[in-house]
């Protein structure tokens, strides 16, 4: 059973700090990767969607890699804004999921302090 | 394009009670999918339809079930509601077909039900 895992929880950093958000699954048989991120008690906005065969995938301050042997995915936010803070989640798809089912992680809180 | 829109908004219901929830996907998608958002459990898949057919189903019991329509509205509802039953469901829809293909999830604001 595939298992998503976001690490860590919650973090607080000051403003202009580059940062790593990491993401774990524990079945390397994916057919891609997504990164959202959430608003509080809003919808989910996609990031950045990295299939399968790609390393990496940027937009903008934005550049998130997979590295789908040791089952890892991060996304690197450079130069943080106060603006950037929210939470933000991964979610995979599996390999052999012909529909549009994500498993999700439980999320990052990013808060950026200005 | 006017993005994925879900109607209510905000719910509130009492146990016993059953509720639909409603979303619009994207103008050319086909795929809509459903989620259950709490605090303990994270976001959940419920259910996805496809031209109009359950395409894959998540772990929930019996009291949640939906429907798509041949415009590709979507519909789900929830019967006999339960206090655990409170939580944001968000709808996404992609522009995913059978085989692959890019298919990047575009979800709307959600809908918070309250069963009180």
């Known amino acids: 059973k595939q298992e998503v895992t976001q690490i860590p929880a919650a973090l607080s950093v000051p403003e202009g700090e580059n940062l790593v958000l990491n993401c774990s699954f524990t079945?390397?048989?994916?057919?891609?990767l997504q990164w959202f991120r959430q608003d509080p008690g809003k919808g989910l906005t996609s990031l950045l969607l990295?299939?399968?065969?790609?390393r990496e995938q940027t937009s903008g301050r934005l550049n998130a890699s997979l590295d789908k042997s040791s089952g890892r995915s991060t996304l690197y936010i450079a130069a943080s804004q106060p603006g950037d803070s929210a939470t933000y989640l991964c979610?995979?798809?599996?390999?052999?999921?012909?529909?549009?089912?994500?498993?999700f992680g439980q999320g990052t809180e990013l808060s950026v302090k200005p | 394009k006017a993005g994925v829109t879900q109607t209510p908004r905000y719910l509130i219901k009492t146990r016993g009670q059953q509720v639909t929830l409603s979303c619009s996907p994207i103008?050319?998608?086909?795929?809509v999918s459903w989620y259950q958002q709490t605090p303990g459990q994270g976001l959940q898949f419920l259910f996805e339809?496809?031209?109009?057919?359950?395409?894959n189903k998540g772990n929930f019991p019996g009291r949640f079930s939906g429907r798509q329509f041949s415009n590709s509205r979507s519909e789900m509802n929830v019967s006999t509601l339960e206090l655990g039953d409170s939580a944001l469901y968000l709808c996404?829809?992609?522009?995913?077909?059978?085989?692959?293909?890019?298919?990047?999830?575009?979800f709307g604001p959600g809908t918070r039900l309250t069963v009180l």
């Open positions: 996404a829809s992609s522009n995913l077909v059978t085989g692959g293909g890019t298919d990047t999830q575009y």
């Open positions: 079945d390397s048989a994916i057919y891609n």
């Open positions: 990295i299939q399968s065969s790609q």
């Open positions: 979610a995979v798809k599996a390999l052999y999921n012909q529909g549009g089912k994500l498993i």
């Open positions: 103008s050319g998608h086909r795929s």
């Open positions: 339809y496809f031209s109009e057919t359950q395409r």
